[in-house]
C-alpha cells in the first residue's frame, strides 16, 4: 500500500510537471490571433510585425495560430464552430466567401474609422477602389480590411521554356487555353517508365491539395469566359449549360488530351514550379516569395490570364478574392479595441503607406489602396519588377468578380463534379448532368 | 438504539440490503458516466435529428424529415456503401488472416514465438495518423515505397498507379492500411481461444483417422465460434466507425469513393453545419451497428444449439 | 518428417507476415534518418546513405507550428494520457468491485448495458458529445480528453473480472472487524489489484495517447494539441511543406512513447486483451 501511494505521488507529480503551463507568468492581456497556413504569412507575423507590436505594447502579448485550410480539417469550418459557440480569436484572417455567413451571424465586430485614422466609415471605404471592398460591408460599415486581394495572372518557367525552345508569352495580350495547351503538351516529359518527370500546367488543385476555393476559381474563370456567370440563373440550378460543359470540357482537354495537368504528379504548390517540374500556373502576386523560398533563382515571366478567345474581349474574365481581417464581436469591447489597433498597425492608417509597402514587397499582397497605389514606394516596385503590373492592370482590363460558391454544399457539389472528370474521366455531359441532380436536391 | 448481540449488523439498513446500498454506492461513477456520455448524446443526437437545426441557436421541430430525406439522399447512400465496402473488405481479411495466423502461432515449442508475437502486434499500439503519415508516402505513386517494390520485382507498369486517387484502388489501399494495422490485434484473440480448446479432442480424432484439415474443420471452427462471434463483431463495429486511416489516405475523395459514414458525418456537421441532418445521420449509423451486433448474437446463439 | 515440414511452413509464413508488419515501420525508421533528398528513391534504400540524426532534434523541438513544437504536443499527451490512465485505474477498480462483489437488483443488466456501450462507434455520437462538452465549458480544454476516457465499459469489465477471482474472505473478515466499506477498498482491496493495475494503466493509457477524432472535434488552440493531432499537421494534402524526411521523424518520436510502455507491459496488456474477449473468466 504504501509503495503504491508513492508510485501514485510520483505519477501525480510528473503530470504536474508536464501541465502546460497556464499558470506561469499571465501577461497583462493576450490577443489571439489565427491565421491561414501560408508560411510567407506566419513568417510576418512572427518574425516582424508580432514582436514589433509588443514591443509598443507592453504588457501585451499576441497569440497566432496556424490552420491549414485544405483538407477536412478546414480553417473555415474551425472558425465558425468557434464562433458559434461563443468562443473564438480575437481577430483573424478569413477568406471573402465567409462573409456572408459571418455577417449573418453577427460574429463580425464593426471596424471604427477612428482607429484607422478615418472621420468615417465612408471615407475609409473610399479610400479603396471601388468595388473592391463590396463583401466587407454591410449597413454602411466595414466589417473587415484587405489582409490582401488578389486577381490571377500566368506565371510561366522561362528556364523551361527556354530549354523547349519555346518563345516567351506576350505581355500585353492573354493567349487561348489552346495555346497553354499546345505549349504543355511540348513540355511534358516522362522517364523510361512512363513516369512523368516534368508537366506543363498547374492548376490550383490537385490530389495533394484539394482546396474548394482552388476548384472553384479555376472552374467559374472557365465558366464566365464561357460566358455563364454563376452555377444559379435566376435562383435555379443550372449546371447543364453549355458554358458548364465547355469549362469541364477544358479540365478534361487538359488532363487527359493534351496531358498538360497531371493532378498525381504534382506535389507542393510553391515548390515545383520553381524547381523544374511544371512550366505554367496561375497565381497571385504572393506567388513570388512564396516559390522564391524554394528557388531563390527561379526564372519567370508573367503573362495575362489566357482567355477563351483573345480576339473577343467578352471572353477577358478574371476572378478576384480577397483574405480580409476580421474583429470578434462577441469578446469585451477592450480586447475588440486592441485586436482593431494591431490591425491599424499592421495595415496602416489612413495615409500611411509603409506599412501597405512593406507587405507588397515582401509577401506580394496588394491592398488595393488607392493611395498605396499612388504612392512613390509602389511605382518604385513596379520598376523592379514590372511584372507587377499584370495584376493591377487586371482590374481594368478584365471583367473581376468574386466566385460565389467554394466551401458551401454547392461548392462541394462542384469539386465533385471535377473530381468525377479528373480522377474517373467521366465524359463533362455526364458531370454536368450529375451535378445539375445534385444543386438540384440542394435546393429543395 | 439498542445494541444487543442478537440484532442485526447497524449499518444494515432496515428496508435497503447493505449489498445493494453499497454495491449501487461503489457503481455509482459508471452510471453517471453512463447517462452522461452515452445516453445523454444518443438523446441528444434523437431530439436534434427530429429539428432544422444548423450551428446557431435555433432549431424548430420537423419530425421525420431529415429521415426521409437521408433515404433518398444519393450522397448519404454512397457513404453506406463505402462504408460497407471497406467494412467488408477489411474485416474479412483481417479476420480470416488473424485465424491463420494465430493457427500458426499455436506452437509454444515453437522457437522465436514470442519475437512473431510481438512483430504482429507492433502495429496496433501505434497511432493512426503516424503511421497515417507513413502510409501516405507508401503509397505516394512513382516515388514511394509500395513502387519502389513493384520496381523490385519487376512490375514497372504498376508504379503509376494512383492508389489514393483513383475510385476502384482507393478502399482497397485504405482496407490494406487497416488490414496492417488490426490483425495482430485478433490474431492474438484467437491464440487465446485456440489454447482454450482441450488438446485431447483434437488428438481423439486423429486417433479416430481424421485428417488435420478434417480436425479444424469440424472440431477446432465450432469450438471457436463464440470467440470468431467477438472477433467478427468487434472488428465491424470498429472498422465501420474508423475515421482516421481513410481522413489520412484519402479524405473521402476521390469525389465520394471513400466518403464513409464517420467522414460523411463529421463533415456534414463540422464543414456543413447542416445539424439536424448529422444528427439524423448519427442515428442510422448507430442503429446500423445496433442492428449488426444483435444479428451476430443470433448467431452465437445459435451456435450454442448445435 | 512431415512435422519438419510443417515447422518449415510455419516460419516462412509467419516471417512473411512478421516482415510486412515491420516493413513500414522500419521504413520510417530509416526516413528518420535519411536527408530529405534520400527518402523517396527508386530503388528503396534501407540504410540512409548519409544519416542525419539531427532530424529528430528538428522534428521534435522545431517550433514550425505557429510556435508549438512536437514537444508542446508531446507533453500534452503525457498529461492527458497519466492523468487519464491513473483516474481509469481507480474509478475502474472503484466501479468494478461494486459489480464483482456485490449483489444487488439490477447489476447484471447494468453490466451489460456497460458493456454494450463498446458496441456501438464513438464517431457516431461526436456531435452530441461535442455538445455536452461546450455546455460544460471544457471545450478547447485538455480536460475534455480526460474526462470520457476516465471510465470505459471495457476497464469496468477488465477491473470486474479481475475482482471476481480475488477471495471474498479478506472482505469478510474486515466487516466483522467493523471496517467501512471504502476503508475496506482502499486498505484491503486495491492492494490486491497489482496486475490488474498494469493492464488497465496500459491499455487506457494506449487509447488515450491515440486518441485522433475527439482531439479534433474539442481542440482548436494549437498549443492545446496533443500528438496525433498535431501530425496531422503535417502530411500530404494538409501542409504546403513536403519535409518528409521530418514527417518521418516526428512520427517515429510519435510511436516511441506507446510502443515503450507496450515492450515494458506486454505481458498485462496481452493479458487484458485476452480477459476482454471472455476468456478468462
Known amino acids: 500500500m504504501h509503495r503504491l501511494n508513492v508510485v501514485a505521488s510520483l505519477l501525480i507529480a510528473v503530470a504536474m510537471l508536464t501541465t502546460p503551463a497556464a499558470a506561469a507568468m499571465q501577461p497583462a492581456r493576450t490577443l489571439e490571433v489565427w491565421t491561414h497556413e501560408f508560411p510567407p504569412l506566419q513568417d510576418a507575423m512572427t518574425k516582424k510585425w508580432i514582436p514589433e507590436f509588443e514591443a509598443s505594447h507592453p504588457g501585451v502579448k499576441v497569440k497566432m495560430t496556424a490552420i491549414p485550410f485544405a483538407g477536412v480539417v478546414s480553417f473555415d469550418a474551425k472558425l465558425l464552430a468557434a464562433l458559434s459557440s461563443g468562443g473564438g480569436p480575437d481577430f483573424w484572417d478569413m477568406g471573402d466567401w465567409n462573409y456572408r455567413t459571418f455577417l449573418d451571424n453577427n460574429y463580425l465586430a464593426p ?43 500566368l506565371f510561366y518557367n522561362l528556364d523551361m521554356f527556354d530549354a523547349a525552345g519555346i518563345p516567351a508569352l506576350p505581355s500585353d495580350r492573354p493567349v487561348s487555353w489552346t495555346q497553354i495547351q499546345d505549349i504543355g503538351a511540348q513540355l511534358r516529359r516522362t522517364d523510361d517508365n ?165 507587405w507588397f514587397s515582401n ?55 471535377i473530381d468525377r472528370v479528373v480522377y474517373e474521366q467521366v465524359t463533362p455531359e455526364e458531370s454536368a448532368r450529375l451535378l445539375q441532380g445534385e444543386l438540384e436536391r440542394l435546393s429543395s | 438504539m439498542s445494541s444487543s448481540a442478537s440484532r442485526a449488523d447497524p449499518r444494515e439498513h432496515p428496508l435497503i440490503p447493505r449489498e445493494t446500498k453499497y454495491g449501487l454506492f461503489f457503481v455509482s461513477p459508471s452510471i453517471l458516466f453512463f447517462l452522461v456520455f452515452w445516453i445523454a448524446p444518443v438523446v441528444l443526437a434523437l431530439y436534434y435529428s427530429l429539428t432544422n437545426w444548423k450551428i446557431g441557436p435555433n432549431a424548430t421541430f420537423v419530425g421525420l424529415r431529415n429521415y426521409a430525406d437521408l433515404l433518398i439522399d444519393p450522397r448519404f447512400r454512397q457513404a453506406t456503401l463505402a462504408s460497407a465496402e471497406l467494412t467488408g473488405l477489411a474485416v474479412a481479411s483481417t479476420v480470416l488472416l488473424a485465424l491463420g495466423l494465430a493457427v500458426l502461432l499455436n506452437d509454444d515449442a515453437l522457437p522465436g514465438n514470442r519475437l512473431f508475437k510481438v512483430l504482429i502486434i507492433l502495429p496496433v499500439v501505434t497511432d493512426w495518423v503516424a503511421t497515417g503519415l507513413v502510409w501516405q508516402l507508401v503509397f505516394l505513386p512513382n516515388r514511394g515505397v509500395l513502387p519502389g517494390l513493384f520496381s523490385l520485382v519487376g512490375l514497372r507498369a504498376w508504379m503509376g498507379l494512383g492508389w489514393t486517387s483513383t475510385s476502384s484502388l482507393a478502399p482497397m489501399a485504405i482496407a490494406l492500411f487497416i488490414i496492417w494495422k488490426t490483425t495482430g490485434l485478433y490474431a492474438i484473440i484467437f491464440l487465446a481461444g485456440l489454447k482454450g480448446i482441450p488438446r485431447h479432442f483434437a488428438e481423439a480424432a486423429v486417433v479416430d483417422g481424421a485428417t488435420g484439415w478434417q480436425v479444424f474443420q469440424q472440431i477446432t471452427l465450432p469450438l471457436l465460434r463464440p470467440i470468431s462471434v467477438f472477433v467478427v463483431v468487434t472488428a465491424f463495429v470498429t472498422t465501420v466507425g474508423l475515421f482516421e486511416p481513410v481522413f489520412m489516405l484519402t479524405g473521402g475523395g476521390p469525389a465520394d469513393a471513400t466518403r464513409v459514414l464517420p467522414i460523411f458525418l463529421y463533415e456534414t456537421f463540422f464543414q456543413f453545419h447542416n445539424g439536424g441532418y448529422a444528427s439524423a445521420a448519427g442515428v442510422l449509423f448507430l442503429l446500423l451497428c445496433l442492428a449488426f451486433a444483435f444479428g451476430a448474437a443470433r448467431v452465437m446463439r445459435y451456435s450454442f444449439y448445435e | 518428417m512431415r512435422h519438419f515440414q510443417g515447422r518449415i511452413v510455419r516460419y516462412v509464413c509467419l516471417t512473411l507476415y512478421g516482415a510486412f508488419s515491420v516493413m513500414p515501420l522500419a521504413w520510417m525508421v530509416s526516413a528518420a534518418f535519411k536527408r530529405p533528398q534520400d527518402v523517396l528513391t527508386i530503388p528503396i534504400r534501407w540504410v540512409p546513405p548519409v544519416w542525419q540524426p ?160 475527439w482531439p479534433l472535434v474539442v481542440l482548436s488552440s494549437q498549443d492545446h494539441f496533443t500528438v496525433p493531432l498535431g501530425l496531422s499537421l503535417m502530411g500530404l494534402g494538409s501542409t504546403f511543406l513536403v519535409d518528409y524526411h521530418l514527417w518521418m521523424a516526428a512520427a517515429t518520436l510519435a510511436v516511441v512513447p506507446p510502443l515503450v510502455f507496450f515492450l515494458l507491459l506486454e505481458r498485462p496488456y496481452l493479458r487484458g486483451l485476452e480477459t476482454l474477449s471472455g476468456l478468462k473468466e
Open chain 3, 54 to 213: 539531427g532530424n529528430f532534434v528538428q522534428a521534435l523541438l522545431e517550433p514550425r507550428f505557429s510556435g508549438s513544437s512536437l514537444l508542446t504536443f508531446a507533453l500534452n499527451s503525457i498529461f492527458v494520457a497519466v492523468v487519464t490512465s491513473l483516474a481509469s485505474i481507480i474509478l475502474s477498480s472503484f466501479v468494478g468491485y461494486g459489480f464483482a462483489k456485490f449483489r444487488f437488483r439490477g447489476r447484471d443488466p447494468l453490466l451489460w448495458a456497460m458493456l454494450s456501450t463498446t458496441l456501438l462507434p464513438f464517431s457516431s455520437v461526436i456531435i452530441p458529445l461535442y455538445l455536452i462538452m461546450r455546455g460544460l465549458g471544457l471545450l478547447d480544454s485538455l480536460w475534455a480528453l480526460i474526462v470520457p476516457l476516465a471510465l470505459t465499459g471495457q476497464t469496468i469489465f477488465l477491473a470486474r473480472q479481475f475482482i471476481v477471482s480475488l477471495p471474498s474472505e479478506l472482505m469478510d473478515a474486515a466487516r466483522v472487524d467493523g471496517a467501512g466499506e471504502l476503508q475496506i477498498f482502499g486498505r484491503i482491496m486495491f492492494p490486491l489489484l497489482g496486475p490488474a493495475i498494469a493492464t488497465l494503466g496500459i491499455l487506457t493509457f494506449l487509447v488515450s495517447w491515440n486518441q485522433f477524432l
Open chain 1, 111 to 153: 471596424l471604427d474609422p477612428k482607429v484607422f485614422g478615418y472621420s468615417s466609415s465612408r471615407d475609409m471605404i473610399d479610400a479603396y477602389l471601388p468595388g473592391t471592398t463590396d463583401i466587407f460591408v454591410r449597413g454602411g460599415n466595414l466589417y473587415g480590411l484587405f489582409s490582401e486581394s488578389n486577381t490571377l495572372a
Open chain 1, 363 to 417: 509577401l506580394g499582397y496588394m491592398q488595393p489602396s488607392k493611395s498605396f497605389l499612388a504612392s512613390g514606394a509602389y511605382t518604385e516596385k513596379l520598376a523592379t519588377d514590372p511584372w507587377l503590373k499584370q495584376w493591377v492592370d487586371a482590374y481594368t482590363t478584365y471583367d473581376i468578380g468574386y466566385v460565389q460558391h467554394s466551401y458551401d454544399e454547392a461548392g462541394s457539389a462542384l469539386v465533385r463534379a
Open chain 1, 194 to 358: 512512363g513516369a512523368p518527370t516534368q508537366i506543363g500546367y498547374q492548376f490550383g488543385f490537385f490530389a495533394n491539395f484539394r482546396s474548394a476555393q482552388w476548384y472553384a476559381q479555376n472552374f467559374y474563370e472557365l465558366m464566365r469566359q464561357y460566358g455563364q456567370d454563376d452555377l444559379y440563373i435566376g435562383g435555379k440550378p443550372a449546371a447543364q449549360t453549355d458554358a458548364v460543359r465547355q469549362a469541364l470540357q477544358v479540365i478534361y482537354d487538359f488532363t487527359f488530351t493534351s496531358k498538360a495537368y497531371d493532378p498525381t504528379f504534382l506535389n507542393n504548390w510553391f515548390a515545383d514550379f520553381p524547381q523544374n517540374r511544371v512550366a505554367m500556373v496561375l497565381a497571385g502576386t504572393w506567388m513570388v516569395p512564396a516559390m522564391r523560398a524554394n528557388n531563390p533563382n527561379v526564372r519567370f515571366g508573367v503573362a495575362p490570364h489566357p482567355v477563351v478567345n483573345p480576339d473577343d474581349r467578352s471572353t477577358y474574365k478574371n476572378i478576384q478574392w480577397s483574405w480580409g481581417w476580421s474583429v470578434n464581436a462577441n469578446k469585451p469591447s477592450d480586447q475588440q479595441q486592441l485586436s482593431q489597433e494591431f490591425l491599424a498597425f499592421i495595415l496602416g492608417k489612413n495615409g500611411e503607406s509603409t506599412q501597405p509597402a512593406w
